[in-house]
């Protein structure tokens, strides 16, 4: 149990013995002591006074001795400072835990909890490549799923590709047009790349198109019925929901390319799922729920035959569930989906990331399945994530403006090779180990700087920042992991030597430190939030290096002293490494 948990427990036991009745933990508060005051914990007495009616002081004073009286072998002293009752841990305590922790590589992951929870990311388009928006939703989903791992619950990692419709046509009307019979292999390209050049082809075409067409005195609402190019593409689409043989066998082989696109790219990223679904096969699902909630009267039909529900009483308006002519829309294959996963795996919740463009959409999931009835319902989660841009503004696809996830990969490996290089201390790596280091550093770089921030919050991503070897960066915490493993392999830590109970502040601050990891791993749980554990190893990381330059740890005072820091250097190393593999981050062991 956790100091904090404990001192949850202990106040509780000592108010009751106190004042002779029941307390709960929201009746106060506990936080770290504040810089300026002495102390190491401090529990906030305002809304105790408040229901018991007693002065601050007398109340700090009878609970800081009454928890000292019985528990002396973790508090060693208090004061109160108006409302707040600071309490001092025992130097003692610090290292027993330190001794029982220091070489524990899993420290603070719990056992399995048997809770079985399911994470939906990724959901590429297969007639563009993967790009920086999506780095952000792998990064997020991947890091989440491993969060929630962690803290003992059963996780799959899911995907959803969207394969089909009009912008998949899109691609494929313009590669019949302008390919020539050029393929991936032909032309050298990776086959995802490939195909969303035909994409940003087909909406040039269009534009160009377009644009002929009103200059000889047509509204766009009739260039847009008369345009060649898009009436090719509807018609490819008509012939796609009919199965038509040569349509399909074009579908196939274009997507073909793009999956060995996107799996390279995966691997190179780090991204991987359980279970793949295919829009081509999950497009006609829903339909049933939809007749049994007409039924059930949670939807209704208007006289043009459309199915609909109303959800002006919760603040939205009314959805269409269902068209005129029986085909569903969107949220009818979302319900469906949702279902089929369901009863595939049971999962007690499901965790979809997606953009906060979307967050009416997921509202309104949640909703109709809860009116349906449905077992899943309630654990239904939408982690919303704000938009990724550039210093230069916001990414369009069809327009060819997006920052494709390979290039920015490939630009962060070389800022890294360059830095590197730069720094002067990889002259004894053999290349293959320094491109397995600059690989390191540059993922490490990018997948920190997206990973760092609230995922509710847009953001600008600039890639000479994210690779500062001195800021808030990935490199930063890598190169302290890296010098951490440099001195343990320099100096062997002795079992034989006794370690006394005299910390000094900076030695103590680590250890408080170190002993809330557990604590920030189970808050990044419950807020689906990496960024916590982001801010938590880049903070741990800076406190070392203070440590660091202010204390030798190989020539310690003492031997006693000089073990203590090995011991604390081991347990910092392995958090910042637990830590940074949930954010799917490699720590090299030199750098």
Known sequence: MSIVKSLQQYTKESLSRLYDRMFLDADYQINQTRPEFEGDYTIVLFALVKLLRVKPED???AL????IEHHPDLFSNFNIVKGFL???????????FLKDQFNNESFGFIKPTGKKMMVEY???????PLHLGHLRNNFLGWSVAEILKANGNEVIKTCVVNDRGIHICKSMVAWQRYGNGATPASTELKGDHFVGDYYVRFNYEYKKEMSELMASGKSEAVAEKESALMEETRRMLQDWEASDEKVISLWKKMNSWVYEGFDTTY???GSDFDRTYYESKTYL??????EQGIKDKVFFKKEDGSVWIDLTAEGLDEKIVLRKDGTSVYITQDIGLAKQKYDEYKTDESIYVIADEQNYHMKVLQLICEKLNLPFAKGIHHLSYGMVELPTGRMKSREGTVVDADDIVSEMEQVAREKTEQLGKVEDFTKEELNKLVQDIGLGALKFFLLRVDPKKRMVFDPNES?????????????NHARIKSILRKNQISS?????????PLEKDLLIMLEQFPLVLEQAAKETDPSSIAIYVYTLARKFSSFYAEHSIANAESEEKKQLRLRISSMCANVIRSGMQLLGIHVPEKM
């Open 122 to 128: 990724s959901s590429p388009n297969t007639n563009k």
């Open 86 to 96: 600071n309490l001092t841990v025992t130097d003692a305590y610090w290292i027993h």
């Open 496 to 504: 034989d030597v006794f370690i006394n109970n005299s910390l000094l």
């Open 285 to 290: 699902l829903g339909k049933d729920l939809v």
């Open 467 to 479: 690779i500062d070897f001195h800021g808030f960066t990935g490199p930063f915490i890598q190169f």
């Open 59 to 61: 109340l700090g004073q």
């Open 267 to 269: 691997k190179k990223i």
């Open 64 to 67: 800081g001795k009454d928890l």
